[in-house]
């Protein structure tokens, strides 16, 4: 079973602080890891992507990747009372081809004024 | 920017009824997705289609469930006789069909099955 694992939260933290989300996923196969937030009720919306082992970042996001560890993180630099949603952290598993997304459940964020 | 919709955004029906959502993708995206989430689960992969036919479905996308493209922007998921148990919030996406595997998802439609 290819599984993609996530704190579910909720992570607390003050409006200004950096919040630290983090994903293991269980294939080693994985080749692309998105970020996607998604507020109640509402349906994902993609903050980052990364292909890549290292760092990538985004204006206030940075996605960070460690195939060998399979482990994939999203730091959200001066949080912001509107950041406070729950974080999905998918990934493409390609086996034969496939491009089907895995989700793991999502870690809640509150951000405090 | 272009986005997906979805119609209807909330659909209501009793069991045993067929439904059908329907998805406007993207408008130069080549493949499509849909999705269910049960309320408080995790998003799950339901069917993918190219090219006009299914390149792949999951273990939940069985006989009461179809798909289709009946012309050339909208994308159809059908579910033949609801059960209970199909009540989720269902998305669709589409990808560009580059080198990069990005979905974008619609705002999703409600399912209540009575």
């Known amino acids: 079973q290819k599984e993609v694992e996530q704190n579910s939260g909720p992570l607390s933290v003050p409006e200004g602080a950096i919040a630290s989300l983090n994903c293991t996923y269980s294939?080693?196969?994985?080749?692309?890891f998105f970020w996607y937030r998604q507020y109640s009720g509402k349906s994902p919306e993609l903050i980052m992507f990364?292909?890549?082992?290292g760092d990538k970042e985004d204006g206030r996001f940075t996605a960070q990747l460690n195939k060998a560890s399979q482990y994939v993180s999203l730091l959200i630099r001066d949080s912001q009372p509107s950041d406070s949603a729950t974080y999905l952290c998918a990934v493409n598993i390609r086996d034969t081809g496939r491009r089907a997304l895995t989700f793991g459940s999502g870690t809640r964020l509150q951000v405090q004024p | 920017e272009p986005e997906v919709t979805q119609t209807p955004s909330h659909q209501v029906t009793q069991m045993g009824q067929e439904v059908i959502l329907r998805c406007v993708p993207i408008?130069?995206?080549?493949?499509f997705y849909w999705y269910r989430q049960i309320l408080g689960q995790k998003v799950e992969f339901l069917v993918s289609f190219y090219n006009n036919e299914i390149s792949e479905k999951s273990e939940i996308f069985d006989d009461q469930f179809s798909v289709e493209r009946p012309d050339g922007s909208n994308f159809t998921l059908k579910i033949r006789s609801t059960k209970l148990e199909d009540s989720a919030m269902y998305f669709c996406a589409s990808r560009s069909g580059s080198a990069l595997d990005t979905q974008y998802f619609g705002p999703g439609t409600r399912l209540t099955v009575l």
């Open positions: 294939d080693r196969g994985s080749q692309s």
């Open positions: 408008s130069n995206h080549l493949y």
């Open positions: 990364i292909y890549s082992n």
